[in-house]
């Protein structure tokens, strides 16, 4: 997970992400679509979708768009 600094991945981690749900964590912070996350990571696009679903609960949000804000605070340690 080559985007993702060693706090968000220990956070992501605390949060019982899946291999998969932090890999599209990691690719979702480049701001790809679904269909450019399926092909970067070479899985369907249903696959692509249902991780967002799982990893929006886990994260108790409702948009990437709040996926990256939340990222950018456990970056820069103000995630309370």
């Not at 749900?21 to 249902?50: R, T």
């Amino acid at each position: 997970m080559e985007n993702l600094t060693a706090g968000q991945q220990e956070f992501l981690y605390q949060k019982r992400l899946s291999l998969r749900e932090k890999q599209v964590v990691d690719v979702l912070m480049e701001g790809l679509s679904n269909a450019e996350i399926a092909e970067k990571l070479g899985v369907k696009e249903k696959a692509v979708k249902s991780s967002c679903t799982a990893l929006f609960k886990k994260l108790n949000v409702t948009s990437r768009f709040k996926v990256m804000v939340l990222m950018h605070k456990v970056m820069f340690d103000t995630y309370v």
